[in-house]
């Protein structure tokens, strides 16, 4: 779901933002004047407000903000590509799943405000946390198989972004892995095939997720 349906990074901005909303008046700026200084230095955005803020004598910690970050509701959307090619394995039948890593609250609120419901059955839009796992494991590949085969699937596909951890447990399960390739380097995950080993490889890398329709 993360940088293959929609860019990662709209999320964290989303959450800047709010982040920013709640805690604008408290450190005495405005919230774009926040946001702004958070996005100075990404990795370091929370810390800065914290340091900001005990400057005005205001204690808000880290961990403040990484409550009201990790609990907003995102304002995120699809990809185009990734809308079209939901809507035509949809209108085809084609059986179709989603598994992705993360905190449950946060990636239940992402698969809401996606709006995933209107290309995916229920129960299979899987959180991996809810498993008790995440994907270095087998365990979500071989569940979502299940799932897919009772919905008369035969073959399986898995498309994803991160070398990390998306291809391993397919490869060994003899599905097809597809990687959507990230041109603009502005994934949360970098995709430098030479810093992974084969296992870690995808069969195919595709630049829009509409080449799907020419994979079938």
């Known amino acids: 779901m993360d940088d293959t349906l929609y860019k990662e ?69 699809l990809d185009d590509d990734a809308a079209d090619i939901l809507s035509f394995f949809r209108q085809r039948g084609i059986p179709m799943g989603v598994i992705t890593d993360g905190r449950a609250w946060g990636q239940m609120n992402k698969i809401e405000a996606l709006r995933l419901d209107r290309y995916f059955d229920k129960g299979t839009v899987m959180a991996t946390v ?3 796992t995440d994907k270095h494991s087998a365990k979500p590949f071989e569940t979502m198989e299940e799932i897919l085969r009772q919905k008369g699937a035969t073959s399986f596909a898995y498309v994803g972004d991160n070398l990390a951890k998306d291809f391993v447990h397919p490869n060994l399960m003899g599905w097809d892995t597809i990687m959507l390739r990230d041109p603009e380097g502005v994934n949360i995950h970098p995709q430098n095939l030479a810093d992974w080993p084969a296992g870690h490889h995808p069969h195919h890398i595709i630049d829009s997720l509409t080449q799907l329709k020419e994979m079938i």
């Open 130 to 132: 809810l498993l008790g």
């Open 9 to 77: 990074h709209a999320y964290r901005d989303s959450g800047y933002r709010t982040v920013a909303r709640h805690f604008a008046a408290c450190c005495g700026v405005s919230p774009h004047e926040l946001y702004l200084l958070m996005n100075r230095e990404p990795s370091q955005a929370f810390e800065h407000v914290e340091e900001l803020a005990a400057e005005r004598g205001v204690k808000i910690s880290v961990a403040d903000q990484l409550c009201v970050y990790r609990s907003h509701f995102p304002d995120i959307t």
